[in-house]
C-alpha cells in the first residue's frame, strides 16, 4: 500500500518561497502528482513527476526521488492567491486511476 | 478542447432518497474516477471505469455504484442516502491508463439531511 505523509499546514509572505515536501512508501508506481486545490473547489493539476529530479514550470517545481520515497513542490514568488491546499498524490501502477492522495497542505500567503 | 464537465454543481437530499451524478470527461479520455471529498477522510477513491467496465472499486459501502457509457461519460449513483454522504464528488478523467495525468472536474456538492 501505499502511506502518504505532507505537513498539514505552512504559513509564508508575499514574495516569498515555500516547499512542500512529501513522503510516501509504495510498492511500485507509475508516477506523482501535485494538485492545487482552493477552498470549494476541484483540485487543478500542477504536475506530474515520473523520473527522478526536477521540473520547472514557472513559479512551481518539482522534485522526485524514488529511491527516497521523496517529493517536494517548490513555490516561488509567492502571491496572494497561491492559498490553498496543495494535495501530493501517488499512482500506483495497478489501480487503474485509484490515485492514493496524502491529506494535503494548507499553504497560507500574508502579506 | 472542453475539461471535464459535471453535473449537477450542488445538490440537497434527504436521508433515504437515492441520488444520480453524472460526469462527461474530456474528449478522447476514456478512463473515468470518481473520488468523494470530506473534510475528515480527504480525498478518498470510489471507482474507476474505462470503456464501460469497472475496474478499480475502492472500500464504499455497496450503495455506491456507477456506470458508464459507450461514449465514456459516467455516472454514478447513491442509494438510502445517509447524513455522513454529504461530501464534495468529483471526477476525473484520463486519456487511458496508468502514467498520464488525470484532470478534475468541478464537482457535485452533495448535501443530505
Known amino acids: 500500500g501505499q502511506n502518504i505523509d505532507q505537513p498539514t499546514e505552512m504559513t509564508a509572505t508575499e514574495g516569498a518561497i515555500v516547499q512542500i515536501n512529501c513522503t510516501y512508501q509504495?510498492?511500485?508506481?507509475?508516477?506523482l502528482f501535485w494538485y492545487q486545490q482552493h477552498a470549494g473547489e476541484a483540485p487543478t493539476f500542477l504536475s506530474y513527476?515520473?523520473?527522478?529530479g526536477l521540473e520547472e514550470k514557472g513559479r512551481f517545481s518539482s522534485f522526485l526521488s524514488r529511491s527516497k520515497g521523496y517529493s517536494y513542490l517548490l513555490l516561488k514568488e509567492l502571491q496572494m492567491k497561491d492559498s490553498a491546499s496543495y494535495l501530493c498524490?501517488?499512482?500506483?501502477?495497478?489501480?487503474?486511476?485509484?490515485?492514493?492522495f496524502g491529506a494535503g497542505t494548507q499553504v497560507v500567503v500574508t502579506p | 478542447k472542453a475539461g471535464v464537465t459535471q453535473t449537477p454543481r450542488y445538490l440537497i437530499k434527504t436521508r433515504g432518497q437515492q441520488v444520480t451524478l453524472s460526469c462527461s470527461p474530456i474528449?478522447?479520455?476514456?478512463?473515468v474516477s470518481w473520488y468523494q471529498q470530506t473534510p475528515g477522510q480527504g480525498l478518498q477513491f470510489l471507482f474507476e471505469?474505462?470503456?464501460?467496465?469497472?475496474?478499480n472499486k475502492g472500500n464504499f459501502p455497496g450503495r455506491f455504484s456507477g456506470r458508464q457509457f459507450s461514449n465514456s461519460r459516467s455516472e454514478m449513483n447513491v442509494s438510502t442516502l445517509e447524513l455522513g454522504d454529504s461530501a464534495l464528488y468529483l471526477c476525473?478523467?484520463?486519456?487511458?491508463?496508468?502514467?498520464?495525468?488525470?484532470?478534475f472536474g468541478p464537482g457535485t456538492r452533495l448535501l443530505v439531511l
Open positions: 476525473a478523467s484520463r486519456r487511458d491508463r496508468g502514467g498520464e495525468t488525470q484532470y
Open positions: 509504495t510498492s511500485g508506481f507509475n508516477g
Open positions: 513527476n515520473v523520473l527522478d
Open positions: 498524490a501517488v499512482d500506483p501502477t495497478d489501480s487503474w486511476g485509484k490515485l492514493q
Open positions: 474528449s478522447g479520455h476514456r478512463s
Open positions: 471505469y474505462f470503456s464501460e467496465t469497472q475496474r
